[in-house]
């Protein structure tokens, strides 16, 4: 055991280990290398900052503001201290760090934590009607008292205060103001303004609406509808139904699918969208009244010149996209309609979750939508299923 410890030391001899006395910060600078001589006297929330100084080792807490820090001893030394600034906005600001020693003794030092413009991230539903509700998703939604929270439409128009229902760090509650616009929406806090991620009412890189592009040409067009069992969310919109097992064991590809074949559709040749591959989300509106608990989504982009089979859905070499929003759960079901989003860089699996890799440019001229298999086992149900407004638009 004598060997063993001499060991250790000699192979870790700066280990960390607390000190008594009271630490001195000489400055803190960013922790790249390179930026080693820029010194700081502020930082964002969650960035990483080293303190330089001495006896930094005995330091047992740590606060900015009045918010504590996670110290990890084995970024700890006695000259340098590498620490993540907390990600909690502070309500006491007095823009000091406060060092507290292991004979409980507190030292500050001047810092500021800088708080960012809000993340506008993605709002619950991106063709939300005129005077209905949706959410903001993102972070940093801050309503001041002095300077509230506000929402600007495309087209500049402003979201009433009013019509602003909670403000949330992650989530802001609105109503859609009338006569919104296709485009992208603004929120201003205190700290600044940033723009959305997304567009409202997107129409960028339309695949299907099931107004002005079907999905006619292939053995299924899809069950479309406009007003039972939803109302249409922009017209008509394809509606999948019937009984579905929750495993491998079978499949309703009447009542579950349909096949937008290049070729037979009469759409040109070559691949439906023109987004890097890299930087391409597939977004669409989905609606779901009646529970789903078994099957995944199996999103199937396939060549231009398929046509006249459905072997890949089943062939073990198709790369597909594979939703299970019922896993964590048991089963999913929406309050109206929502906008979901998938990286088609993420479209790597075949019919049973095995991981094949992403097909090339030239692999995405048709495109099929089916509820079977996915490899996760679920429960038999008897869900209803409405989609609109299938789209390919690049990542922001």
Not at 177 to 200: C, D, H, L, W
Not at 320 to 333: A, F, N, T, V
Request: aromatic residues 12%.
């Amino acid at each position: 055991m004598g060997i063993t410890f001499q060991s250790c030391e000699e192979e870790y001899p700066d280990a960390y280990e607390a000190t008594d006395g009271r630490p001195e910060v000489f400055y803190v600078r960013m922790p790249a290398p390179e930026s080693a001589d820029s010194l700081i006297t502020a930082a964002f929330m969650e960035s990483t900052i080293v303190l330089v100084g001495n006896n930094l080792t005995s330091i047992r807490e740590m606060y900015f503001n009045d918010q504590k820090a996670i110290l990890n001893s084995s970024f700890v030394t006695s000259n340098t201290l590498f620490v993540n600034v907390p990600k909690n906005i502070p309500e006491d600001v007095t823009n000091k760090i406060y060092m507290v020693t292991t004979a409980s003794d507190t030292v500050a030092y001047d810092f500021s934590v800088l708080v960012p413009a809000p993340a506008v991230n993605r709002i619950s539903n991106e063709y939300t009607f005129d005077n209905d509700e949706a959410v903001l998703y993102g972070d940093y939604f801050i309503d001041d008292p002095n300077e509230p929270l506000a929402i600007t439409m495309a087209g500049n128009l402003s979201v009433p205060s009013e019509n602003i229902l909670s403000v949330e760090k992650t989530q802001v509650r609105f109503i859609v103001p009338e006569g919104a616009q296709k485009g992208y929406i603004n929120v201003t806090s205190i700290y600044g303004t940033s723009r959305s991620k997304f567009q409202f009412r997107d129409d960028r890189g339309m695949i299907l609406d099931w107004d002005n592009l079907n999905a006619n040409g292939g053995w299924r067009a899809g069950v479309l509808r406009e007003e039972d069992p939803v109302e249409g969310i922009d017209g008509k919109y394809v509606y999948f139904s019937g009984n579905i097992p929750g495993d491998l064991s079978d499949w309703n590809e009447d009542g579950f699918s349909f096949n937008l074949w290049g070729t037979a559709n009469g759409r040109p040749a070559g691949d439906l969208f023109d987004v890097d591959l890299d930087n391409a989300l597939l977004k669409f509106e989905i609606n779901v009244p009646e529970a789903w608990s078994g099957n995944a989504l199996q999103m199937i982009f396939t060549p231009h010149s398929t046509g006249g089979t459905n072997s890949y859905i089943a062939d073990g070499v198709t790369p597909r996209g594979l939703w299970y929003p019922w896993k964590d759960e048991g089963s999913y079901q929406t309050d109206g309609w929502v906008t979901v989003s998938f990286p088609l860089k993420d479209f790597k699996y075949d019919h049973t979750g095995r991981e094949i890799g992403a097909a090339g440019p030239g692999n995405y001229g048709g495109l099929t939508f089916f509820v079977y298999g996915g490899g996760i086992e679920g429960a038999p149900s008897s869900p209803k299923i409405a989609i609109d407004n299938i789209r390919v638009v690049p990542a922001e």
